[in-house]
């Protein structure tokens, strides 16, 4: 991505970084396994939400990067567009309106109103002054939890089917563990930056203790799945439980090294990055499996 980047002119660069576009496979994981789960495999309604969805998730994490530039990047070793490049505020004005606009578009053409004012409003308050929940426990957790349950809960409204609760709990007991992993890698710039968020507030053998409840929630869902052969698009992702154990017990067992505790949880949070986005791939497969039958 950075090569592709560089290709660009110098004064675009920081903008395309702050989109941060290979991170945006999540949204896309949890609103079509929420969409097969319901059932609703309308080729036209999933493109058009999916692209929705992206467009508002690009725009979450353009503003967070913006804002973060003034704290905790100063105290971060990755490479973030605001660090290293001035942004103009008014530029950045203009694109997180367009991303926002877009996004309203095609949700609200679906009569997404409901949804739509309940993601934009929630990535306000989770990026921007004065709010800025991101830096407040436990509204950060909060906030990114009901924006999954929003995305993963669209298609059965849609299409007037019960929502999934097993499903539902096994899916966002992964994505749980997913965040605290990425809190523990950012929890000394946020500590650094004096933000009052989950990572800088909980110790840290709390957050592996919330780590290991979210992935007993998530292992005990897909198993339960497996038992009842319910939803077996989501078995693919059994396989990976043995790697967040193991990750969990390295956690627990050098939890005095810290430099090399952020550094291993840096690598896992990036695989679960990449992990999502092949994901995306599978679930388009499974999706076009579905509509030949």
């Known amino acids: ?60 994490f353009f503003a967070n990067d913006y804002f973060d530039k003034d704290d905790t ?35 609200l053409s679906f009569g997404l109103y409901l949804q739509f004012a309940i993601l934009v409003l929630s990535g ?30 669209i298609a059965a409204l849609i299409s007037s089917q019960p929502i999934p609760l097993i499903q539902l709990l096994a899916l966002n007991g992964y994505l749980a563990v997913a965040e605290v992993v990425h809190l523990i ?4 710039p946020d500590r650094l930056a004096g933000l009052h968020n989950s990572a800088a507030t909980l110790t840290y053998k709390q957050l592996v203790r919330l780590a290991n409840v979210c992935f007993m929630i998530a292992t005990l869902g897909f198993f339960y799945l497996v038992y009842f052969h319910q939803s077996w698009w989501y078995y693919i992702l059994i396989p990976f439980i043995p790697y967040v154990a193991h990750l969990m017990g390295y956690a627990r067992g050098a939890r005095d090294d810290l430099e090399k505790i952020q550094s291993r949880f840096n690598k896992a949070y990036h695989i679960a990055v990449s992990l999502a986005n092949y994901l995306v791939l599978y679930q388009l497969g499974v999706i076009l499996y579905l509509l030949k039958k």
């Not at 395309?16 to 495999?41: C, E, N, S, Y």
């Open 185 to 188: 890698a950012d929890r000394e």
């Open 1 to 60: 991505m950075t090569t592709l980047i560089s290709l660009f002119p110098k004064s675009w660069q920081p903008y395309i970084k702050m989109l941060r576009l290979p991170q945006q496979g999540t949204v896309f994981v949890v609103f079509l396994f929420g969409a097969l789960d319901a059932h609703f495999l309308n080729p036209r309604a999933l493109v058009t939400i999916s692209l929705g969805l992206v467009l508002w998730s690009i725009s979450l």
């Open 73 to 107: 990047d100063k105290f971060s070793k990755r490479d973030r567009a605001g660090v290293d490049s001035k942004v103009d505020s008014r530029i950045s004005l203009l694109v997180w309106l367009a991303l926002t606009a877009g996004s309203g578009l095609l949700l």
């Open 124 to 153: 306000i308050a989770y990026d921007m002054p004065p709010f800025r929940l991101k830096a407040k426990f436990p509204w950060d957790l909060v906030t990114l939890e009901l924006q999954y349950l929003v995305a993963f809960t």
